[in-house]
C-alpha cells in the first residue's frame, strides 16, 4: 500500500520490532515517511534492525531509539532523537504493549503493575512527551496540523476476557486517553485518535492460538472468517496519521473483522 499519504513527514512508532507496529512502520516508509523505530532493546536489536533495513528499502530515513516504554526517560529519548534527527515529530503511533495471559484469581500484583506501566503509562509518556513536542513546533507545511498521534487500543477496551483482567482496563484507558487527549489538544492543532484490533496473530498471542480449538473459535466468531494480520492495521493507522483523516479527532476505528458485532 503506498499512496504518499506521509510524504516529507516524521513518524514516531512505539514497540515497532515486531507485529503491528513493525507493520505500521514499514507503512509510514511506504508512504513516504521518515520513521523513529522505538524497540525495547537488546533482546529485539536484532528484530529492529531488520524493520530499519525494509523502512530503508522505501528510501525512508531512520533513527533507532532503545528502551523500556515504562519510562518517562524514554518517551523524552524518542522525542529528543526525532528532534535531533529530524526537527520535528509529525506523527506518533503508540503502539507498545504486552498481554501476558493469566487467571484472574492468581493473578500476581507485580504483573498486573507492569502491564499497567507498559500499556497506559506508557503511552501517556509518550503521548504527552511527543505533544509537547508538537504543540511548540510550526504546522507541516501547507497545512494548519502540528501533529497527528494514533494510540493501537484494542477490542478489549469494548469487552472483557477471563484471562485478561490486568490487560483490558489498559487498552480502555489509552482509548479513554485520547478521546480526552483530543479535547485537550484539538486547539494546538493536534488529532488524537485510536485503533481497535480485533484478533490480530502476533507473537503475543501466538501460543495462545496454538491451541486449535481456540483458534477455530475465534476464526468462527469474525464474519471475515479469518484472524487479522498486522497488515491489517496499516492502513486504518495511516488514514488517521495522514491528511485523508483531517477533521477526524477523539474517533476510534474497530479493525476486527467484524468480531465486536458477532453473536455467533
Partial sequence: MSFGLLKGKVVAVTGCSTGIGRAIAIGAARNGANVILHHLGDSTKKDIEGV???????????VIVPGDIASAQTASDIVAAGVSSFSRIDVLVSNAGIC?????????????????DVNLNGAFYVVQAVANQMAKQEPFAGTSSRGSIVAVSSISALMGGGEQCH????????????????IALGPK?????SVLPGTIETDINREDLSNPEK??????????GRL?????????ALFFASDLSGYCTGASLLVDGGMAISLQ
Wanted: one cysteine or more; glycine letters at 8%; a positive charge.
Fill in 52 to 62: 530499519q533495513a525494509e523502512c530503508s528499502k522505501h528510501g525512508a530515513k531512520t
Fill in 189 to 193: 492543532g493536534i488529532r488524537c485518535n
Fill in 100 to 116: 501476558p495471559f493469566h487467571t484472574f484469581l492468581d493473578l500476581p500484583h507485580d504483573l498486573w503493575k507492569r502491564v499497567q
Fill in 215 to 224: 483458534r477455530a473459535d475465534q476464526e468462527r466468531r469474525a464474519p471475515l
Fill in 167 to 182: 490487560y483490558t482496563p489498559t487498552k480502555a484507558g489509552i482509548k479513554s486517553l485520547m478521546e480526552s487527549c483530543a
Fill in 228 to 236: 487479522g494480520q498486522p497488515e491489517d492495521l496499516v492502513g486504518p
